[in-house]
Every structure is written in C-alpha cells, then in structure tokens.
Nanobody, 126 residues
Framework: QVRLVESGGGLVQAGGSLRLSCAASGLTFNTYSMGWFRQAPGKERNFVAAITWSVGRTYYEDSVEGRFTISRDNTKATVYLQMNSLKPEDTAVYYC???????????????????WGQGTQVTVST
C-alpha cells in the first residue's frame, strides 16, 4: 500500500520560513517523480513545484520561483519543500504527489500523478 505523509506545516509570520517533508512508503521511491501542490480555501488545487525521478530536474510555479526549493532524498524516500520569504498568499493546504510515469520533464499536471498525500496546512500571517 502506497502512503505519502506530509509534515512540517504550521503557522508562520510573513517573511518567515518552513520546510515541508513528504515521506513515502510502499513504492520504489527513486522511480517516481514528485510534486507539491497547494489548495487555498475556495480555490482549486494548483501546482507549486516538481522534481523528476532520475536527474532531479526541478520546476516551479512563477510565484514561488526563487523563494521555494524542492529536493529529494532517495535514501530516505522523502521529498522536501523549503519555503522562504513566505507571504500571506502562500496560505493553503500543501499536498505532495507521486508520478510513476518516469518522465524526463517535471510534471505540473495534477492529473498525471498517481498518488497523493493527505495534506498539511500552511498559514502565513501578516
């Protein structure tokens, strides 16, 4: 059974930092591309960042480029999202996702992901 478990969310002031983790089990982690998405109240789920399964190529949504960093540790079957210079508009539930497509490009389409975590809340106060 595949499980993705996010952690690291919480309440932080604007300008602060958080590091999200997503621990995977039940899959061969190094064969999956990974992504982070977020969903604010009343809005759809949107792409944040992705990292490929092989060379670790990364891609970011424009509004987080330069502030967020996605990384992975295949030895720990974990993907991370380091979030710096947080803004109130970053407030959302953050989800990690896993894609077995072995694509060479970062995956930005939520429909291409095979597994999802339960999400972790990030709240950025002014």
């Amino acid at each position: 059974q595949v499980r993705l478990v996010e952690s690291g969310g919480g309440l932080v002031q604007a300008g602060g930092s958080l590091r999200l983790s997503c621990a995977a089990s039940g899959l061969t982690f190094n064969t999956y591309s990974m992504g982070w998405f977020r969903q604010a109240p009343g809005k759809e789920r949107n792409f944040v960042a992705a990292i490929t399964w092989s060379v670790g190529r990364t891609y970011y949504e424009d509004s987080v480029e330069g502030r967020f960093t996605i990384s992975r540790d295949n030895t720990k079957a974990t993907v991370y999202l380091q979030m710096n210079s947080l803004k109130p508009e970053d407030t959302a539930v953050y989800y990690c996702a896993a894609d077995l497509g072995r694509r060479t490009r970062p995956v930005v389409d939520a429909n291409e992901y095979d597994y999802w975590g339960q999400g972790t809340q990030v709240t950025v106060s002014t």
